[in-house]
């Protein structure tokens, strides 16, 4: 065999193990995409600085406006058989005003926080798709299923098939961060929900009404 006979049998075999076809995906695989964003460093940090710069300094001024509140609301009550009723109704109206406020107050917090909860999501989402294409072709996953929602109707799934951790560690060797992030449980895993709502609340729309006052004195 010369040099040109054997120069063309390696052509030929590298010709057909170019065109031997990729694997079929077969694999069902299973993530739950807000716990995989949020557990990447970049989600970490951006979860850090949405607490530190917008939600504890924000429930703070809420958590002093219902202490106020409470405060006037106790010296209403204390003082309702000493106070003229002049003076009660103004501590009243001060009161019902007060409450308008901290329920508006609460109102533009939770829609402050939930958009920018939204938009931080968003923008690792937009990053975390590029991962989750790559991911799933190499791992030959045929479908990738996000449980994130507990209404997802996915009533459980096996650990073999839950591979939130592995979208992380992903994500993270193509996004460098700056902080570690939180691993998610490798075990079988459930539908989660979505993180809980500040625990702030409004108050109630009304007072709570003094007791009724003693009989005049003579």
Do not use: H
């Not at 970490?44 to 809420?62: C, G, I, N, V, Y």
């Not at 219902?66 to 009723?85: C, F, P, V, W, Y």
């Amino acid at each position: 065999m010369n040099k040109y006979s054997l120069m063309g049998l390696v052509w030929a075999s590298a010709t057909l193990m170019a065109q031997t076809p990729a694997a079929v995906p077969t694999k069902i695989c299973v993530v739950n995409l807000q716990s995989a964003m949020l557990s990447t460093k970049d989600g970490q940090a951006a979860a850090d600085e949405f607490r530190t710069k917008f939600s504890e300094p924000e429930e703070k001024k809420l958590q002093a406006k219902q202490a106020e509140i409470t405060d006037l609301s106790d010296k209403l009550q204390r003082g309702a058989n000493t106070m003229s009723q002049t003076a009660q109704d103004d501590m009243k109206r001060t009161l019902d005003k007060k409450n308008t406020e901290y329920k508006r107050a609460v109102e533009d917090y939770q829609f402050d926080r939930d958009e920018m909860q939204r938009k931080l999501l968003d923008d690792l989402s937009a990053k975390m798709q590029a991962v989750i294409d790559r991911f799933a072709q190499e791992n030959a996953c045929a479908v990738m299923l996000d449980i994130t929602n507990a209404n997802s109707g996915i009533m459980w799934v096996a650990t073999a098939a839950e591979v939130t951790r592995q979208i992380v560690d992903a994500y993270d060797k193509t996004q460098p961060g700056t902080t570690s992030p939180a691993r998610p449980a490798t075990g079988g895993v459930k539908p989660t929900t979505t993180p809980p709502a500040s625990t702030v609340k409004p108050p109630a729309t009304t007072p709570a009404k003094p007791p009724a006052p003693g009989p005049a004195k003579q």
